[in-house]
């Protein structure tokens, strides 16, 4: 209610401006369609870490067309703001060009909330949830913008890939559950 998009649709960017994060792409690929989606808005929720470098993002976004439909809050968000807004997105676009190491965190908090995530392929991340995201086919914001255009068109895919998530989140462990699972895998190995 406070970013006024109580009962608008939304796509929703939660991160850094990173470029290997895709907070750009998503950005290009939104402004790109827009006219296509003028009921949807695009809403970037910016995280402000200490090394995160804003300037060539406040450069793109200055040079983008559709400035009105695209928000970026810099707020710091309660994790129940957070998830709430999570909860509302009609999808969270999560289109990283790389991800250096494990599953982000992110995929599993937006996921567990029952929202489909748009991303691009990335090995052992969109291996292991392939059958709840809706994957772009190639790394660039063309092809991010179509598949965008395809969901928001497509509500059953939509609700489909959003059951998907939530069954999924419901199978994978807790951190409780993934603590205990290394405990024992690493008692094994010692003995």
């Given at each position: 209610?406070?970013?006024?998009?109580?009962?608008?649709?939304?796509?929703?960017?939660?991160?850094?401006?990173?470029?290997?994060?895709?907070?750009?792409?998503?950005?290009?690929?939104?402004?790109?369609?827009?006219?296509?989606?003028?009921?949807?808005?695009?809403?970037?929720?910016?995280?402000?870490?200490?090394?995160?470098?804003?300037?060539?993002?406040?450069?793109?976004?200055?040079?983008?067309?559709?400035?009105?439909?695209?928000?970026?809050?810099?707020?710091?968000?309660?994790?129940?703001?957070?998830?709430?807004?999570?909860?509302?997105?009609?999808?969270?676009?999560?289109?990283?060009?790389?991800?250096?190491?494990?599953?982000?965190?992110?995929?599993?908090?937006?996921?567990?909330?029952?929202?489909?995530?748009?991303?691009?392929?990335?090995?052992?991340?969109?291996?292991?949830?392939?059958?709840?995201?809706?994957?772009?086919?190639?790394?660039?914001?063309r092809d991010l913008a179509q598949t965008i255009v395809g969901l928001c068109r497509n509500p059953t895919e939509r609700n489909?890939?959003?059951?998907?998530?939530?069954?999924?989140?419901?199978?994978?462990?807790?951190?409780?559950?993934?603590?205990?699972?290394?405990?024992?895998?690493?008692?094994?190995?010692?003995?």
């Open positions: 209610e406070r970013l006024h998009l109580y009962k608008n649709r939304f796509l929703l960017f939660s991160g850094a401006p990173a470029q290997i994060r895709g907070s750009q792409m998503a950005i290009r690929a939104f402004d790109y369609i827009a006219d296509q989606l003028p009921d949807f808005r695009l809403v970037l929720l910016m995280r402000r870490d200490v090394s995160s470098d804003f300037s060539e993002f406040e450069r793109l976004v200055q040079s983008i067309q559709h400035k009105n439909q695209i928000l970026i809050c810099y707020d710091r968000l309660t994790p129940q703001q957070l998830k709430a807004c999570f909860s509302a997105a009609y999808a969270v676009l999560l289109p990283f060009l790389l991800i250096p190491s494990e599953i982000p965190l992110t995929y599993f908090e937006v996921m567990s909330c029952g929202t489909p995530v748009i991303s691009f392929r990335n090995e052992g991340t969109t291996d292991y949830l392939h059958s709840a995201l809706k994957i772009a086919p190639k790394r660039n914001f489909s890939l959003a059951n998907k998530a939530q069954e999924l989140m419901s199978k994978h462990p807790s951190w409780n559950e993934s603590a205990k699972i290394w405990i024992q895998a690493i008692e094994h190995s010692v003995l």
